[in-house]
Structure formats: C-alpha cells, structure tokens
C-alpha cells in the first residue's frame, strides 16, 4: 500500500513568516510530486509541481526533493492570513495510469 | 485552462434513491476520477479511468459505479444511496504529459 504522510496540523505561523510543510512517502519509485492549496468548501487547486530533486521556486513559494530520502516540502515566504488553508501532498508513479496518493493534508493559519 | 465540470454543487436524496454525479472535462484528457472527501480521512479514490467504457476500481468502490460513455464525461452512480454516502464528491482529470491532476469544483451530497 503505497503511503503518503502529513502532519494534520494545524501548523500556526504569524503574518510575514515562513511556513514549512512537510510530506514523505512510501513508494520508492515516485517520479512526480505536487501540493495542493485547498481551501474550506472549495476543491483542491494545483500550487506547486516538482520531479527532480532539488529545490524548484515560484514567487513565494519554494517546493523541495529528496528522493534518497522521499521527503518533500513546500516553503512559503512572507506568509499571509490569505495562505490560510489545507496544503494537499500527492505523488505520483512512472505512468499516468496510476492514480495520484494523496496525504491527509496539514491545515495552515497564518495569524495576522 | 482545463476545465473540470460538476453538474451538481448540491444536492439532497433520500435513503435508497439513485443518483447521478457528472462530470465533464475539456481538455481531451484520457484519465478521469472520482474521490471522496471526508473530514480527518482525506482524499479517497471511488473509481478512475484511463479511456472510454474502461474504469478500475480506486480503494473504496463498494456501493458506487461509474460510467465512461464518451471521453469528456465521466459519471459517478451511487444505485441506493445510504446516509453513509453523504459527503464531497470530486472529480478530476489528468494531463498525461505532467501528471497534474485537474479537480472540479466539487458536489456536496446529503442523503437524509
């Protein structure tokens, strides 16, 4: 059963700083990896896509590989209360016949 | 942009009726699913396919069915709705080449 782990949270961090969201997974070999922004009521939106390791960066947010480790990670720089919402973690195997596994999600707030 | 249709946001049953979600994509994408979201259980896959008239059983399909008539239009059939059903539905399409995956906006379903 392939897993992906997220802390549930609720991860609390003031207005202005970083935010750092963490996601592990079980299948070794998982070739695509994303995050999700969900907000109450609404459906997951895509907010960051990465497959190699490394580290890949757009605007505030910064998404992180490491596969010898299968860990992942999502940065958000000068946080704001608007980034307040459930981050979604899947993965992804070598085919796009195999479903995405999601993590359970980890809640944020951004305090102002 | 892919656009991810969900005929319904909201509906309201009654125990035993059928229903039918639907889902249209525009986006000529092969692979389509169906999940259901619950507080602290996360995404769960109902059922996916990869082409017309193919489907594959996700991790909890008991008590659904789904239907791939043409490729844009992916159909999610509950036969005798239980109360037990009541939750978010989402459906979402994949883009092959960079494996993201596309939700719609989502349909909240109660059964009373």
């Known amino acids: 059963q392939k897993e992906v782990e997220q802390n549930s949270g609720p991860l609390s961090v003031p207005e202005g700083a970083i935010a750092s969201l963490n996601c592990t997974y079980s299948d070794r070999g998982s070739q695509s990896f994303f995050w999700y922004r969900q907000y109450s009521g609404k459906s997951p939106e895509l907010i960051m896509s990465i497959y190699s390791n490394g580290d890949k960066e757009d605007g505030r947010f910064t998404a992180q590989l490491n596969k010898a480790s299968q860990y992942v990670s999502l940065l958000i720089r000068d946080s704001q209360p608007s980034d307040s919402a459930t981050y979604l973690c899947?993965?992804?195997?070598?085919?796009?016949?195999?479903?995405?596994?999601f993590g359970k999600g980890t809640r944020l707030s951004v305090i102002a | 942009d892919v656009k991810v249709t969900q005929s319904s946001r909201y509906l309201v049953k009654r125990t035993g009726e059928k229903v039918f979600l639907e889902c249209v994509q525009d986006?000529?994408?092969?692979?389509m699913f169906w999940y259901r979201q619950d507080p602290g259980l996360g995404l769960r896959l109902i059922y996916f396919s990869y082409d017309v008239k193919m489907k594959e059983k996700g991790d909890i399909p008991e008590g659904y069915s789904v239907s791939r008539e043409k490729k844009e239009r992916f159909s999610l059939i509950l036969e005798s709705a239980s109360t037990n059903q009541t939750s978010m539905y989402l459906c979402?399409?994949?883009?092959?080449?960079?494996?993201?995956?596309?939700f719609g906006e989502g349909s909240r379903l109660t059964v009373l």
């Open positions: 899947a993965v992804g195997g070598d085919s796009g016949n195999t479903p995405l596994v």
């Open positions: 986006m000529d994408h092969e692979n």
């Open positions: 979402a399409s994949l883009a092959g080449a960079t494996g993201e995956l596309f």
